[in-house]
């Protein structure tokens, strides 16, 4: 079924929404929680909760791209529940390695994970990922929207461990070097 004709039915409030957007995006929201929280369950959970949040925002909200939306959803329920679960014991993972990699280009008062859903953020960030080659771009993503394993990166783009490492550190300082150029609140 077409995004459209799923948001269609949100609109005209037919619970076969939930239904076509699982059926549809359940394994690409699971994926992204999974990264998250490394748990089946509370990623099954977050999936969940993503339904029920994509239910109450549409309508009023009209999502250009519905895998994007329920991909944000999605991601913010995982962060959420992440940082609820490690309030006061901060250990190891992948999420955790990964915002200390990329809270380098951010000021230590500011919380990376807030800066994330700053609108004018995300418009740089998409604006300075574009611009990047396509590999770099997407191993980006894969590292700091997705978070994956360094070893999974490399895997997936069959390259090093090193060299994945190489093209990350870079990105991050192209990063902050454009960050710093575009937006005063870094």
């Not at 948001?7 to 690409?28: H, P, Q």
């Not at 490394?38 to 909200?61: F, G, H, K, M, Y």
């Not at 915002?99 to 604006?127: C, G, K, P």
């Not at 997936?156 to 902050?176: D, E, M, P, W, Y």
Request: glycine share 4%; net charge negative; proline share 3%.
């Amino acid at each position: 079924m077409l995004d459209s004709q799923i948001i269609a039915l949100y609109d005209a409030r037919d619970e076969r929404a939930i239904a076509e957007t699982a059926a549809k995006y359940g394994n690409y929201c699971t994926s992204i929680a999974l990264n998250i929280l490394q748990n089946l369950q509370d990623a099954e959970e977050c999936v969940n909760d993503t339904w029920l949040r994509t239910w109450n925002s549409i309508p009023p909200a009209k999502p250009a791209l519905l895998k994007s939306y329920v991909g944000r959803i999605t991601r913010n329920v995982a962060l959420d529940k992440h940082k609820a679960a490690h309030r006061e014991k901060r250990g190891c993972g992948e999420l955790l390695v990964a915002f200390d990699e990329i809270s380098e280009i951010t000021a230590s008062d500011y919380e990376v994970e807030d800066a994330w859903r700053e609108q004018e953020f995300v418009e740089l960030l998409n604006t300075f990922l574009y611009s990047l080659p396509e590999r770099d771009r997407n191993m980006f993503v894969r590292r700091y929207f997705f978070t994956d394993g360094v070893p999974a990166i490399a895997k997936r783009f069959a390259t090093t461990q090193g060299n994945v490492l190489k093209i990350l550190s870079r990105t991050r300082q192209k990063l902050k070097k454009y960050l710093d150029e575009n937006w005063s609140d870094v």
